[in-house]
């Protein structure tokens, strides 16, 4: 193998192209390239602004190998807390739905600490639920496609213990202030939670208790700054909020409650 292709070669041509971590992002490429080919292309498409995980096809979440694929939302660190508050608030052998899941990570990370969950996943996005259904094989569960609710079996209603969902909560008017990777590489519908961040997040709050078996949550995280109106929000469509915040994740998860 020539100097290019090796790691310190490698590490040299992503620092060139702005890449902070360079020398970790130089060993992850070269641990999944299969051939010195796939390396090169692979160090090309990250030197280009690809998000590493969409080279690499995988993500790390919760300690699980995440497939992933270009145009697919990618899962961030943060998001592991909502996955926490959901295993600290489920019921024995519960019923999970992860909505606009994605690749499907919460709900598998969910089923991966939870025995005997019962797993449902449901985005908008074909991409996604390609990627999610892969994902959540391995634990049983079943992806749909569709806007929201809208795919989901009826017998599902009322039954529903943990209702995740990582709704989109930047405001339109922000989508263009975030990093190249995200704003050029994953879906719209992924980013854009309308003009105050909080658009999906009130469609899904309004028809969730239909959903939710008695005292199930639904479960979401937001910003700082969007805590009073997605409250708001959750209460509106009849269940109870807390509010959970991490200074470990940066992160602000909402539980919705319904009532027993």
Not at 27 to 41: H, Q
Not at 43 to 64: K, S, T
Not at 162 to 174: A, R
Request: with cysteine; proline share 7%; charged share 25%.
């Amino acid at each position: 193998m020539t100097d290019s292709f090796t790691e310190s070669g490698i590490a040299a041509r992503l620092r060139s192209a702005g890449c902070v971590f360079a020398e970790d992002e130089a060993r992850l490429i070269l641990s999944t390239a299969r051939t010195p080919g796939d390396a090169s292309a692979m160090v090309e498409r990250r030197a280009a602004g690809e998000p590493l995980e969409h080279v690499l096809g995988w993500a790390e979440f919760c300690g699980l190998r995440i497939a992933v694929e270009p145009g697919v939302f990618v899962p961030r660190r943060r998001t592991e807390f909502l996955v926490r508050r959901a295993e600290a608030l489920a019921p024995a052998r519960p019923v999970v739905l992860d909505l606009c899941c994605g690749s499907g990570a919460l709900g598998a990370a969910l089923a991966a600490r939870l025995d005997g969950s019962i797993l449902h996943s449901a985005d908008i996005e074909p991409p996604a639920v390609r990627c999610a259904r892969r994902n959540i094989a391995p634990y049983g569960g079943l992806a749909y496609e569709g806007d929201l609710f809208a795919p989901l079996p009826d017998a599902l209603r009322g039954r529903v213990d943990v209702l995740l969902c990582n709704v989109p909560y930047v405001p339109t008017g922000e989508v263009a202030l975030l990093p190249p990777e995200a704003r050029d590489h994953e879906p719209r519908v992924a980013l854009d939670g309308g003009p105050d961040g909080l658009g999906v997040l009130r469609r899904v709050a309004a028809e969730a208790a239909g959903w939710l078996a008695p005292g199930g949550h639904l479960l979401f995280e937001t910003s700082e700054r969007q805590v009073a109106g997605a409250v708001a929000a959750v209460e509106r469509g009849g269940l109870g909020a807390g509010v959970a915040v991490s200074e470990e994740f940066s992160a602000t998860v909402i539980a919705g409650a319904k009532s027993v």
